[in-house]
């Protein structure tokens, strides 16, 4: 069982939505199948669509609670299960876009889906990359469907599943050996509130770049001067 460290440091959170999903609320509710609970959260959020889950704030809080040995499980078994739990997630939701993806864009006039979706999504990998893939993973809600639209794009599977592993080391691993390291700092113990903030705001940073340079380029292109009308007579009927 969680101790009572667990839960006065729950106190210092403010919940963002139902407190069931919170990362300490979590973790707590999983009681002795703690590690079991954490990876197959990883594992839905990245795999079986459920973006609403706290993955970052999880990670996170999971290796600070190993640190703290409030986890009765070894930091390295942990990071093992949730590389695997991150990758297998992202593959599971490839092939989902790759299967399911034409039958669903067959319907171009569908309310939700279009066809045009499918060339917006090749143009965006063909655009980013691999890299996409990995930034992906950093971002909440971006990093579920990311994988899907990746299948729906039909980027190469060799291509998708390279990334898929450097993200998935990145982000699962990456992130909870942050925690564990961070969170034997007090002044980090005593702020994991502000912390959390801190870890989603950089995820979402790259987002946010992007569509910067994406809405200056629009605002450019719209005040770049048009092109002055031909004066040849030739072309005057």
């Known amino acids: 069982m969680i101790t009572t460290a667990l839960l006065s440091a729950s106190d210092q ?99 939700f889906f279009k066809q045009s979706y499918i060339d917006q999504t090749n143009a965006f990998f063909d655009k980013y990359g691999g890299r996409s893939i990995i930034l992906a993973r950093f971002a909440p809600f971006v990093r579920t469907y990311a994988p899907v639209a990746a299948g729906v794009g039909k980027m190469p599977y060799r291509h998708f599943v390279t990334y898929n592993v450097i993200g998935a080391f990145l982000w699962g691993v990456g992130i909870t050996v942050l925690g564990y390291f961070l969170g034997q700092i007090t002044f980090v113990h005593d702020n994991i509130e502000a912390i959390l903030v801190l870890i989603v705001f950089v995820s979402v940073l790259p987002i946010i770049i992007e569509v910067g340079r994406g809405w200056l380029a629009k605002r450019k292109a719209g005040k770049a001067p048009a092109a002055p009308a031909s004066t040849d007579p030739k072309e005057i009927p």
């Open 13 to 111: 959170i403010v919940a963002l939505g139902p407190s069931w999903l919170n990362a300490d609320s979590l973790i707590e509710s999983f009681g002795t199948y703690a590690l079991i609970g954490i990876v197959l959260v990883v594992f839905i959020e990245t795999g079986l669509l459920f973006p609403f889950l706290p993955g970052d704030s999880l990670l996170f809080t999971a290796g600070m609670l190993v640190a703290q040995d409030q986890l009765n499980f070894p930091l390295w078994l942990l990071c093992l299960l949730l590389f695997f739990a991150a990758f297998a997630g992202d593959q599971v939701a490839y092939f989902f876009g790759r299967k399911a993806g034409p039958k669903i864009f067959n319907k171009p006039d569908s309310r």
